[in-house]
C-alpha cells in the first residue's frame, strides 16, 4: 500500500503502518496519533530526517524533540536512568509521560533531536498506531505534535491536514484520548504539566518542582512563552462573551462550545485543542475561554490557555 494522492491520508490498518513505516526508513515524516496529540514522526538517528520535521513545522532549532521508544528497556539503551526516573517510568510507561535525561554517547540519536544538548527528552507511548510503527521501522522516533510551529497541537487527522497542508502523509486512528501533550519531568521538576498530573507523581516520589514557564534556555518541549496559540487572540477566565467573543464555555458557564457542561477537567483537555481550532474557524474575531479550576489536570490546561494566550 502507498499514501494516495492528492490527500496522503491512511485510516489506521497494518498495511497503513507498512507504508508509513515504508516513507520514514525512506528518510521521510509522517503524522501519526499517539495517546496525547498527533505527531510528526521521523527517524531520530537521521539528522536529514528529524532536520524535515523541523522545515514541515516551522520549528526554531533550539527547541528539542521527543524521542519516542517502544519500551523502557529501548528507552535505557538511548538514556542514562537514576532510580527516580526508572521509578517513573516503571509506574506510568507506557503512557503521557516524558523524562529528560542524559543521552548515552553511543545512542545514535540525531544532535538536532537534542539541540545539541546533553540530554534527551524520551518516552513510550501507549497508542496502538505508534507502538505498532515503531515496532514496524524498528528505530526510535522523534515526533512533537505535527502542526506548524506555536500553531494549536492537533487532536485529529484534519487538524494535521489543515495546519501543515497536503504534502504529509498521515495515519488516520480517529481522535485522540487525552488532547494535551505529555508531562515532562526532569529529576523532580515538573518542565511541563499533562496527563500525569503532580499529585499522581507525587504519588512515586514526594513532592515534585515546577520548572520556570519560560526558561532562558529551552531543554524540553513545550517551554517557549507563546506556544499552542490560535490565530485571533483570546481572553482567558471570561465568564461572559462579548459581543465579538466567541466563548468556549466550562461548567455553568455556557457558551458557542463547551469544553464539559459537567465540569469534568479530564473530558475538558481530551476537548481543549479541538474546541481552540473550531473557535479559531469560527465567524467571530476574538476567542475567550471560561475560567478552569488549576487542580489536577487542570493545571496543564491552564499552562496550555497562557501560552495560547500570550502574543
Known sequence: MRFPDPDPTLAFSPAAIRAAADVILSGGIVAVPTETVYGLAADATDADAVARIYAAKGRPSFNPLIVHVPDLTAARALAVFDTDALALAEAFWPGPLTLVLPVRAESGIASLVTAGLDTVAIRVPRH???????????????????????????????????????????????ATEAGLESSIVAGRTILR???????????????????????????????????????????????????????????????????????????????????????????????????????????????????????
Open 128 to 174: 496502538r498506531a505508534m507502538q505498532t510503527l515503531l515496532a514496524t521501522c524498528g528505530r526510535p522516533l522523534a515526533a512533537p505534535s505535527a502542526n506548524a510551529s506555536g500553531g494549536i497541537s492537533p487532536t485529529r487527522a484534519a487538524h494535521v491536514r489543515a495546519s501543515l497542508g497536503p504534502s504529509v502523509p498521515i495515519i488516520d486512528d480517529g
Open 193 to 311: 504539566p499533562g496527563p500525569v498530573t503532580a499529585a499522581m507523581l507525587a504519588t512515586v516520589l514526594g513532592d515534585m518542582e515546577s520548572g520556570p514557564e519560560a526558561p532562558a534556555i529551552v531543554t524540553a518541549p513545550g517551554q517557549l512563552a507563546s506556544h499552542y496559540a490560535p490565530r485571533k487572540p483570546l481572553r482567558l477566565n471570561a465568564e461572559i462573551a462579548a459581543q465579538d467573543e466567541w466563548l468556549i464555555g466550562f461548567g455553568a458557564v455556557a457558551g458557542q462550545d463547551t469544553l464539559s457542561a459537567s465540569g469534568d477537567t479530564v473530558e475538558a483537555a481530551a476537548r481543549l485543542f479541538d474546541a481552540l481550532h473550531r473557535a479559531d474557524a469560527g465567524d467571530r474575531p476574538r476567542l475567550a475561554v471560561a475560567p478552569i479550576p488549576n487542580e489536577g489536570i487542570g493545571e496543564a490546561i491552564n499552562d496550555r490557555l497562557r501560552r495560547a494566550a500570550t502574543r
